[in-house]
Every structure is written in structure tokens, then in C-alpha cells.
DNA sequence: ACGCAAGAGTGGTCTGACCACTTGACCAAG
DNA sequence: CTTGGTCAAGTGGTCAGACCACTCTTGCGT
């Protein structure tokens, strides 16, 4: 069995962009602080302005730092400024460990939001949706239940339906920026996350409150089924924050 | 009385930018679509290709394109692909009316994420956020009831607060990413949440429930104290859409 | 002490060239 | 017919150097 992995391909601004980065998400470069001058960058990083300049914009978008024409380039507090697209950046730390804290919160905000979902879904999801949770629900019983991907794939489908079927949008991108914030240790989130995707009875639970139309149980159900993923999780990176 | 509007200084790859992010948000650019070459954009905008790059980099950032060395630029369906950072331009369209649907999308998640947030500081808010707090709301009591940004600046350090003493940092960027989103209305919003925001009674229960670490109750209190704010702008914002 | 003009320093834009990668057409060997 | 390789055209990526637009500080003049 080959098992290669896969080549990383950056281009020079990229480069740039993730070195920035990091220095300010874990502080190095503190918030308040002026960047020296893109010229100066220009040489320190050995790079043309025009590929310092796209990671600077990129960074500007983040909300990381904060340029201004005429005057310096100035960091600014994340946590004041940034949005949830900071969270993959800030889950695992540049030198590969990962900050428990921030898998606490991310955590709980999946379950707040799945939680929410679910019972505005009771309410507004459409008959063809529901019909499609319906068969993913079946499906996932015929599932062998050591197939992590395929477990990953259709538990990642169910809860893309129950969200589209809330008709709330935001929770809708929430629910982007949140995956990808554990995309980069994905094979220990399919490990620990077995038990809560072959739940075939949570899920029925939950799909069984919606089309009912019973708000507070399809949250309870919700909730009920986010827990155990959250438990193993919490479990494995409690004490051991390097464990991968 | 004067009364002029503050003059747009706007740069070009700033422009290019949100034309192009008008035009995927609206879905006038399709998801799967490729945009044409960065040489033909350049001609066609009338500007540098280095700030067409510029522009472009900041799509990729937010998810509304994708960038591939050697093949085409794709647009990317938002809703799969972006984070919270599009929300200000899919609340206030280009042709300046609101979309309801994301007004009450921003409601709901603004109430799941304060509620939660108000629940978890119940078992982690540090005693300094707390005294803080109850200065707030004795500030607050002693403010003009018709002192509308006064109240808004009380009102926001309030929740800044709470969000900080839940200790999610998921939540903290959340916060960011919501408020953006109807800052483009903000002299709307400041009048339609006067009753929320001077609720003493309403902020005192919470911060009462906080203190007393009973995390139910802070849920609750929350719960309802947001759900004034969320009635007053559904009523709003219900039938005209184009309110401003 | 104050106001203001000038200069230095910063980010913003432009030009034109070349490099690196992807794609698809075409061809040769199996 | 399939497979793999070659090649050329088209795309994004990077580079160089110059000039424009704005901000900030300095120091002069009042």
C-alpha cells in the first residue's frame, strides 16, 4: 500500500502570508505593533512587493492587520477584528501542536449552533430535504462501521441538510469556517468521531422530531447526539495537547 | 445644518474587489463559472494587473473564488465555501435595499451565540469582568433614555463582557463577524434596539444570574432579553424590504 | 505657544518582462 | 484502441523599477 503523502505546492506570497500570520495569532508581533515598511519586508523576506503586497491584502481581509495609504501597516487584536477564518490558524499551532482551548469552543459552538439548527429546521425544513435525510439515515445503518470516511461523509451530509433546511444562513457559513477549523488533524477527528456518526438511533431520533415539527425535541436530539463526539474529543485532548 | 455625506475614498483594487463580490454574492457570476483571464479583467476594468491581483487575492481569502496556477479562476459557491466575513454584503445588497431573510438569520444566531455565551460565563466569568459588568449596568441606569449611542457603546462593552468571560474564543470572533454585518445600518439599528438596550431590569438579571452561577437562569435571562431587540427589527424589517 | 508649510516616508499604481503550471491536442509505442 | 509522452498555447505567479497619492513629522514663521 503506497500511503504517500501529499505534495505541498506554496507559492512565494503564501509563504509570506502564513509567516505574518502566525507571528501575530500566537502573539509574537502584538497587536498595536507597526509592520515595518513593505520595502523593508520586500528584502527581509527576500520577495518582489507585488507578492509581499498580495499577502498583505490577504491579511488585511482577515482582519489581522490594518493598512493604511500614507501610513504604516499596523497589527491589529484578532480577537476584536477577526472572523472565524482565523480558527484553523489558531487550532493548530505552527510548531503542530493544538490548543485545547480552541477545541473547547469550537465544540461548543457546533453543538450551539446544531442545537439551533435542528429546532428552526422543525419549523421550515422542506418535505424533499427531509426525504433525503430520510435515506441517509438508512444508509448509514448499512454502513460497515470501521468505514471512517464513508461514516465521515454521511454524517457530514446529514448535517449540511439539517442546516440548509434551517434556513438560516449564517449558520450556514458558520458551519464552513467551523469544519475547517479541524481539517487539518481530520483523521484523528474520524477516529473520535465514530461513535457519534454510526449513532444510527441519535440520528433517527433527530430526523423523527423535525418532520413532526417538534422544535425542542429535534434540539434535545440534537444536543444528545453532538455530546458524544464532544466527550471523546474533550477526553483525548485534555491532558496530552501535542497528541496526533 | 449641514449634513453631508462622508466622501468615499475608495482605491482601485478596492473597487474592482466589490464589484466582482456584488456580482457572485448576487449570483449575476455562478458558482462553477470561470471568470475570464487576469490579462482580459485588466482591460476590461482599466487597471493594473497587480491591483486586478490584489482584488482578486482578497475573493480567494473569503472564499467567493478559487485561484489555481496555470488553470482558470473559478467562482466558488459562497455558501459552501465562505465564513462569516461575507455577511455585510449579502445583508445590505449593491442597490442599497436589505435582504430580510439575512436580518433574521443574524437575529437568530446573534440569540443562540449570546445565550450560550451568557450560560458558559456563568461557570467561567473571572470576579474583574464581573465588577465590571455591574458597573455597566449601574452606568446604564444613569443614561438619557434617548441617548442612543451612549447606549450603544454600553450595550456592546456589555456583551464584549460576557462573550469574554464565556471564554470561547469562537464566539468572541462570532461577535466581530455579526456586528459588521448590520453596521452598514447601524442609525436603524441603534433605534429599533433602544428598548433592548435599556432594558436595566433585563441586563441585571443576567449579570445576577452570572454572578450567582447559575447557568440556566443566565440562558434565560439572555434569551429574553435579546428576543426584544430581534421583535423590534422582524417588525421593522418585515414587508418593506427596501427600509432605510 | 501656535499654525502651517515643506519634506521625508509610507502605501498605491503603473509598466513590461519573464517564470511556473495546467490544459489539451497530437503523436508514438504497446 | 489504449496508454503514455511530447509539445505548444494559455493561465496564473513573480520580478524589476519607476512614479503617484497620502500621512506624518519637523521646523520655520508668526
Redesign the interface.
Known amino acids: 500500500m503506497p500511503d504517500f503523502a501529499q505534495v505541498r505546492?506554496t507559492?512565494v506570497?503564501a509563504a509570506v502570508f502564513d509567516q505574518i500570520a502566525a507571528q501575530i495569532l500566537d502573539g509574537r508581533l502584538a497587536a498595536g505593533a507597526t509592520l515595518p515598511p513593505e520595502r523593508v519586508l520586500t528584502e527581509e523576506f527576500g520577495v518582489n512587493r507585488?507578492a509581499l503586497?498580495?499577502a498583505l491584502?490577504?491579511l488585511?481581509?482577515?482582519?489581522l492587520v490594518e493598512i493604511r495609504?500614507g501610513g504604516a501597516t499596523r497589527v491589529r487584536d484578532y480577537?476584536?477584528?477577526?472572523?472565524?477564518?482565523?480558527?484553523p490558524r489558531?487550532f493548530l499551532r505552527q510548531d503542530g501542536t493544538i490548543d485545547v482551548?480552541?477545541v473547547?469552543?469550537?465544540l461548543?459552538?457546533r453543538t450551539?449552533?446544531g442545537a439551533?439548527a435542528a429546532a428552526?429546521s422543525a419549523a421550515r425544513m422542506p418535505a424533499p430535504l427531509l426525504d433525503e435525510l430520510h435515506e441517509l439515515v438508512a444508509g448509514l445503518a448499512a454502513v460497515d462501521g470501521d468505514d471512517v470516511a464513508r461514516l465521515a461523509s454521511i454524517d457530514g451530509h446529514f448535517w449540511d441538510l439539517v442546516v440548509d433546511g434551517s434556513?438560516?444562513?449564517?449558520?450556514?457559513?458558520?458551519l464552513?469556517?467551523?469544519r475547517r477549523a479541524y481539517q487539518s488533524v481530520e483523521p484523528i477527528v474520524d477516529r473520535l468521531m465514530l461513535d457519534e456518526r454510526r449513532d444510527v438511533a441519535g440520528h433517527g431520533a433527530m430526523i423523527s422530531a423535525i418532520a413532526a415539527g417538534d422544535a425542542a425535541a429535534a434540539r434535545d436530539a440534537a444536543f444528545q447526539l453532538l455530546s458524544q463526539g464532544n466527550a471523546a474529543m474533550l477526553r483525548h485532548f485534555h491532558d496530552p495537547e501535542e497528541n496526533l
Open positions: 505546492r507559492s506570497s507585488q503586497r498580495e491584502q490577504r488585511d481581509q482577515l482582519g495609504h480577537r476584536r477584528s477577526a472572523g472565524l477564518d482565523v480558527l489558531l482551548d480552541i473547547r469552543s469550537v461548543e459552538m450551539a449552533i439551533d428552526l434556513g438560516n444562513v449564517c449558520y450556514r457559513l458558520s464552513n469556517a467551523l
